[in-house]
């Protein structure tokens, strides 16, 4: 996943998250799900078994990006999505959870994970060995440091703080600031690593590119009593679904 921006409201105990998982389109992938036997709804990365954003019955969330260097990924890494389905499978409260991950970060190629226990959003960069409890309101991360100012981070941002101010905002309205395919202007994209030509590419909120791009766009709203995690799919040839996910949280 290459971008997730959220609403957190803590007072009200009420988060809203809105994501971009950008990925191959050969690597196969299951749509939002319940998970057999497991406490889990997420979509599930077929190859290395994890997910990239998930949900529990129990109103916890997690949500994974990568982060971008320009280095070749370590082959004999673990795989980052199981971050994701192990906090969801904790029983660890938000930053117990990510000092035990700090521990062993080294063992993950470079990632950010965000983690939601119901009370407290945090977050952690291995790159920098940072951890965050996140503040109330608008804030994101994409594939640099959590709030970092790249273009699609910084005017995604700033869209969803205008809509937010709106009276009757749907999930078609938040569907449609993650559909943005603009470009940022090439000498506003990031120095990465990858060719300038890609790194233009990846400054799109949404992704299209020949063989690669946005394969699932995600709106998550959680408060106290409910979650409701609705999730879009899409190939290289245009959208393929909708799965929504509407549940009770159990205690």
């Known amino acids: 996943m290459c971008l997730i921006v959220w609403d957190w409201d803590p007072e009200a105990e009420k988060l809203l998250v809105l994501s971009n998982r950008d990925e191959a389109y050969l690597r196969p992938t299951l749509p939002l799900h319940a998970w057999s036997g497991k406490n889990i709804y997420a979509g599930k990365d077929e190859e290395a078994l994890g997910t990239w954003l998930g949900c529990s019955k129990t109103g916890r ?103 937010r101010k709106a009276i009757n905002v749907s999930n078609e309205d938040y569907f449609a600031l993650l559909a943005d395919t603009q470009l940022a202007n090439l000498d506003a994209c990031p120095a990465t690593g990858i060719p300038q030509e890609i790194e233009h590419q990846l400054s799109a909120v949404f992704i299209k590119m020949p063989g690669y791009g946005t394969r699932a766009s995600s709106v998550v709203q959680i408060s106290p009593a409910s979650v409701l995690f609705q999730e879009r799919t899409f190939n290289e040839q245009g959208k393929q679904g909708l799965v929504t996910v509407s549940f009770p949280i159990s205690t």
């Open 61 to 163: 969330l997690a949500a994974v990006t990568n982060f971008r260097s320009g280095q070749a990924p370590n082959p004999q890494a673990k795989s980052r999505g199981q971050l994701v389905t192990q906090f969801l499978a904790a029983e660890l409260n938000s930053e117990d959870f990510l000092r035990c991950i700090a521990k062993q970060a080294d063992a993950y190629n470079a990632f950010n994970v965000l983690v939601f226990d119901g009370e407290t959003l945090a977050g952690f960069e291995s790159h920098s060995s940072r951890t965050l409890t996140m503040l109330p309101g608008i804030s994101g991360v994409s594939n640099a440091g959590f709030n970092s100012p790249w273009p699609k981070l910084t005017t995604t941002k700033h869209r969803l703080k205008e809509l």
